[in-house]
T-cell receptor
Framework: SQKIEQNSEALNIQEGKTATLTCNYT??????LQWYRQDPGRGPVFLLL?????KEKRKERLKVTFDTTLKQSLFHITASQPADSATYLC????????????FGKGTRLHILP | GAGVSQSPRYKVAKRGQDVALRCDPI?????LFWYQQALGQGPEFLTY????????KSGLPSDRFFAERPEGSVSTLKIQRTQQEDSAVYLC?????????????FGPGTRLTVL
């Protein structure tokens, strides 16, 4: 079955620097991959979706890449701010299903002032 | 506008008790999902509704778990004879289209603690 690995449990980045989070999957290549943000005590909030035929997607200070050869997605936050501190979850669709996604464990990002 | 709401936000149950968790999705959203999130883990799929039809319940851990959405809007997740391993945050999400997982809008979750 598909496994999702997010690079580390926690990541500390200095304010103003670029934070890069990694999501690797092990089996089939998904049709799309999503990134969510989750704050303590709250549900995940959708950030970006990238499809298998897209290499890169941007939204304000966020950038996502998708490399189906490496089976990897990178999530970048440029000019990071303390308010970006949260857990970031990677999610991808289940093969041959368009109504179900599976999530990684998430990476806790701390932006240090 | 109103987002997805869940109630109660916190629930403490004694082992063996039955609990019912409610989800109010965004009005007009066709798809509704339930997830279970253990501490330090990502959400795990439990079940999926398209309107009132439960199209997938493959993630429900046991037959003690039951979900319904009788009128295609509000949904209830019921857990019978709760066990300690049921302690988790239960998240509900809705999506405007079906079938679609393009964007799921999550509620705040219900934190269930079974003593």
């Amino acid at each position: 079955s598909q496994k999702i690995e997010q690079n580390s449990e926690a990541l500390n980045i200095q304010e103003g620097k670029t934070a890069t989070l990694t999501c690797n999957y092990t089996n089939y290549s998904p049709a799309y991959l999503q990134w969510y943000r989750q704050d303590p005590g709250r549900g995940p909030v959708f950030l970006l979706l990238i499809r298998e035929n897209e290499k890169e997607k941007r939204k304000e200070r966020l950038k996502v890449t998708f490399d189906t050869t490496l089976k990897q997605s990178l999530f970048h936050i440029t000019a990071s701010q303390p308010a970006d501190s949260a857990t970031y979850l990677c999610a991808l669709d289940v093969w041959n299903r368009d109504d179900k996604i599976i999530f990684g464990k998430g990476t806790r990002l701390h932006i240090l002032p | 506008g109103a987002g997805v709401s869940q109630s109660p936000r916190y629930k403490v149950a004694k082992r063996g008790q039955d609990v019912a968790l409610r989800c109010d999705p965004i009005s007009g959203h066709v798809s509704l999902f339930w997830y279970q999130q253990a501490l330090g883990q990502g959400p795990e799929f439990l079940t999926y509704f398209q309107n009132e039809a439960q199209l997938d319940k493959s993630g429900l851990p046991s037959d003690r778990f039951f979900a319904e959405r009788p009128e295609g809007s509000v949904s209830t997740l019921k857990i019978q004879r709760t066990q300690q391993e049921d302690s988790a945050v239960y998240l509900c999400a809705s999506s405007p289209m079906a079938p679609s997982t393009d964007t799921q809008y999550f509620g705040p979750g219900t934190r269930l603690t079974v003593l």
